[in-house]
């Protein structure tokens, strides 16, 4: 048996326990003291790993050949006592030269829905040539571990009646959403939108108008089945003497297009296919458009889809530099309005044009060319027309000649530089036979514009190459009908190539 302990041990051990809990106690509420003092270190920052998801194959979809809106197009009930066009000849080529020194690797092509046949390789390029008049889809591997370098366009010719004209429109990569800016759907006028689905899902489109009035009233909402094109024409939306569309895919990705033919009564004034424009921003570029003092006329077409009214400015990136653009220093697009601005007395062979705006705008360029009347009308000279979408300046990119030496009889390039220095644009000819050809170095002072013509020699060339600092570029086609002249525009296709890969960080949520 333990003997107790004496009463003051017992006292001394309670007084110790007790002044025990009382420091114990002390340092918990120290600690949450100090914790709402001092600051904890921040984490030190996990750098994340980039991991190469390696390029993947480019898609294009060509537009399809133009057709009457009504009648054999198969939109409307028509009266063909009134039918009056000659034959539309087509070509769709698609350029896909190897890169450096490499032959292209695999390409295949075909129609819409159909299967692709794997392109030919001549040298180190393989070059779609096709005359069907529905979509041409063409899928191209990449080169060299990188996207390939490719560009296309379709092409139409159509001497007399009304499809008269010369139209073109570059092959798109499918989008998800897609601003079309150009076209009318007052009377005597067409714009027919062509959506295509290149995938193998059913995509629902809805596509939405602005005009010179404002936005429309109701959007249409289209099925699109996979491997299929769907058309809508939007004057049975909307009656617009200019008009503007966004169009935005659900369940998958398509391109659009719009074919414009414009009649004055019975006589042609202009075919052309309107393709995509830039997503809407306050720094806007279009061009370059060849300039015409005696034959034409050129508007700029700018929509603002927002809600608050845009102050816009116009400067004009031609031969002899940066200049505003008379006229065009203050001008007001109020919301959700189309406006289009006269782009007369602007000097030089060609020029771009710089839109900055306090609210985001986007838009196209239109030139026209004046030819003689006819016996429908000898009041009435027929015109031919023309769109340029606006675009991003890019570093390289490629531009496709197509039907040059068949349906068209000549072609012009102009380069724009838009950086704030002098630079060397090197332009570098494909041949369809595949075999090298010596690059042309342009000088091209700060915000200006140069167009090639006899330093660029183009037979049997089927695309050019170029390559600068932040430029735009583009290629004005020509021909020649009875009754005067037919023109078209194409804009530089951007190297589809960027950083294959993506940052990877490890963590927890």
């Given amino acids: ?143 060299m571990e990188q996207t390939a370098l490719a560009a296309g366009a ?159 400015a116009v400067e004009v990136l031609g031969a002899d530099g940066t200049e505003g653009l008379s006229g065009a220093q203050d001008l007001v697009i109020e919301p959700g309005t189309v406006a289009d601005v006269a782009l007369d007395g602007i000097d030089g062979p060609a020029a771009s044009l710089l839109v900055t705006s306090d609210q985001p705008v986007t838009g196209a360029a239109m030139i026209s060319r004046q030819g003689e009347p006819t016996e429908l009308d000898p009041d009435q000279p027929v015109v031919d027309r023309a769109w340029l979408p606006a675009a991003a300046a890019t570093d390289h990119g490629l531009i496709s000649l197509a039907g040059l030496g068949s349906l068209v009889e000549r072609a012009s390039l102009s380069v724009t530089s838009t950086i704030e220095s002098d630079q060397t644009v090197t332009v570098l000819p494909v041949r369809a036979d595949g075999s090298d050809a010596e690059p042309i170095e342009v000088p091209v002072a700060a915000g200006a514009t140069v167009r090639l013509e006899d330093e660029l020699e183009l037979d049997g060339v089927v695309a050019v190459e170029v390559t600068g600092d932040q430029v735009l570029a583009s290629a004005a086609l020509g021909a020649t009908s009875a009754n005067g002249p037919l023109v078209s525009m194409l804009p530089m296709t951007e190297d589809a190539h960027s950083d294959q890969s993506i940052a990877v960080r490890v963590g927890s949520n």
Wanted: charged content about 15%; hydrophobic content about 40%; proline content about 10%.
């Fill in 154 to 312: 379709s092409v139409a010719r159509t001497d007399g009646g009304d499809l008269r004209g010369l139209t073109a429109g570059t092959c798109q990569r499918p989008t998800s959403s897609a601003w079309l800016v150009g076209g009318q759907t007052e009377l005597g006028s067409s714009a027919r939108l062509t959506l295509a689905n290149p995938g193998n899902t059913p995509v629902t489109a809805t596509v939405h108008t602005w005009g010179a009035t404002g936005p429309g009233e109701d959007d249409v909402v289209v099925a699109i089945p996979p491997g299929a094109a769907s058309t809508v024409l939007l004057e049975s939306i909307t009656l617009e003497p200019r008009i503007a569309v966004q169009v935005r895919a659900e369940g998958g990705r398509i391109t659009a297009s719009v074919q414009e033919t414009v009649l004055a009564g019975l006589v042609p004034q202009g075919s052309d296919i309107v393709t995509a424009a830039v997503d809407p921003a306050t720094d806007l570029l279009v061009g370059p458009i060849p300039i015409s003092a005696d034959s034409g006329t050129a508007v700029l077409r700018l929509v603002n889809p927002g809600q608050e009214p845009a102050a816009v």
């Fill in 1 to 143: 048996m333990t003997a107790p302990q004496p009463w003051y041990r017992r006292l001394i051990s309670g007084l110790g326990r007790a002044v025990t809990g009382v420091f114990v106690l002390a340092l918990a509420a120290g600690a949450t003291v100090a914790a709402t003092i001092i600051e904890p270190e921040p984490p030190t920052p996990v750098v994340p790993n980039h991991v190469d998801v390696g390029a993947a194959p480019l898609t294009l979809v060509c537009p399809p050949a133009p057709v009457l809106p009504t009648g054999d197009g198969g939109d409307l009930d028509y009266d063909d006592e009134f039918a009056n066009t000659d034959q539309t000849e087509l070509r769709t080529s698609v350029v896909v030269p190897g890169r450096g020194s490499a032959e292209a690797d695999p390409v295949t092509a075909g129609p819409l829905g159909g299967d692709g046949i794997e392109v030919a390789t001549t040298g180190t390029l393989r070059l779609v040539d096709e005359a069907e008049p529905q979509p041409t889809v063409v899928v191209a591997d990449p080169s």
